[in-house]
């Protein structure tokens, strides 16, 4: 997203505030991202999902907070917290 389409998003806020916001917004999805990376098993193809969440605790995040920052990136970025939000709890659902 550009600090263009950024700022047709949230009128509200100035050029400078966008580019913070969306540095800030940029940041929290790698640190999801690691934390997703650590906490997927690939033999099971699932995430778990309690070392999920101490990952992101360790970065002094929270859902909340990630759905918050996405959510100012209006429609695009809550469809990526709920792209994210399906990744962390997708468990292996395989019936043996």
Known sequence: MSTKDFLKVNPQINTEQAKQQLEKIKTTAKTVEAALKKSF????????????????????????????????????????????????????????
Not at 70 to 81: D, H, T
């Open 41 to 96: 098993n690939p033999k099971i193809n699932s995430t778990n999902i309690t070392t999920f969440n101490a990952e992101l605790q360790k970065s002094n995040l929270s859902l909340t907070e990630i759905y918050n920052d996405f959510s100012k990136a209006g429609p695009q970025g809550q469809r990526a917290f709920q792209s994210i939000a399906n990744q962390a709890t997708n468990f292996n659902k395989k019936i043996k």
